[in-house]
């Protein structure tokens, strides 16, 4: 152009590349526009996680450690995705040792799945996880939030009045279903049954419910209402949902 600088050429490029390479960045990496990062990790498990053969791990891990099992299975040429399961495990629990869950099963729910780990033990059973979230493992359990919440609190309290329960702690979880909220967001719900002796079902099923957003980002664990099972009778014969007005399990 006549009159032009050849250093105003030379700046006018420059804007021009930082304006279409800030642009590329911005759709590349998936910023929202409210400034926050929207995660697009690749999904890294699905239904090759599961591992068939636990008597394997069973006669050359007695003491079903995590690196035990991970030597086991790289020599029975199992899929990476069981293995690298095996491998998040003691960050989840904050263990450098212990046992490890082997994947016994999978689900596909859409964007956040769930795998069931079952240990060697049979007084250890089966837990949940959460998987192909952000973060990408997460192990579902009540932790202390059933102990803090004023309904729980006053549930545990009774039962141990009528001593039909010594603890706190559920014997293990259930899958009750995903909620599809509105904004994209979803509700994995699961049950704790709370097993007051080996010979008697459950007086009652603690609910707890993990959150998440459209992109698979955990928001928060949500204790939810209890329900009553209605199979139980306790030795005075008064019902448990008569005394908290529960909704029904079997409902």
């Known amino acids: 152009m006549e009159g032009e600088k050849p250093y105003d050429f030379v700046l006018s490029y420059m804007l021009k590349f930082i304006f279409y390479f800030s642009t590329a960045l911005f759709f590349a990496f998936g910023v929202s526009t409210a400034g926050k990062p929207v995660y697009r990790q690749k ?15 069973g006669s ?16 029975r040429h199992a899929d990476p995705e069981a293995i690298w399961f095996i491998q998040e495990q003691p960050s989840l629990f904050h263990l450098k040792t212990g046992p490890a869950a082997y994947p016994f099963a999978f ?3 859409g964007r956040v799945d769930l795998t069931e780990g079952c240990y060697l033990s049979a007084d250890l059973g089966c837990v949940w996880f959460l998987v192909n979230s952000h973060p990408l493992m997460i192990l579902v359990s009540p932790g202390k939030a059933l102990e803090v919440n004023p309904l729980y609190k006053r549930i ?25 909220l509105p904004n994209g967001k979803q509700l994995y719900i699961f049950q ?19 959150l998440f957003s459209r992109n698979g980002e955990f928001m928060e664990r949500k204790v939810l209402t209890p329900c009553y099972n209605s199979k139980f009778q306790d030795i ?8 908290f007005h529960l909704p029904s399990c079997q409902s």
């Not at 002796?197 to 609910?207: E, H, I, K, L, V």
């Open 156 to 180: 545990f309290s009774y039962l141990r009045s009528q001593k039909l329960l010594s603890g706190v702690e559920a014997t293990r979880s259930f899958f009750e279903r995903k909620e599809d």
């Open 236 to 243: 005075q014969d008064k019902r448990l949902d008569n005394v």
């Open 107 to 109: 689900k596909d729910l």
């Open 60 to 75: 050359n891990c007695p003491g079903m450690q995590p690196s035990c099992f991970i030597r086991v299975m790289k020599q």
């Open 192 to 210: 704790f049954p709370f097993m007051p002796f080996a010979c008697c079902p459950a007086p009652f099923t603690a609910r707890v419910g993990y």
């Open 43 to 57: 999904e890294l498990f699905d239904s090759r996680v599961v591992w068939n053969h636990p008597g394997i791990l």
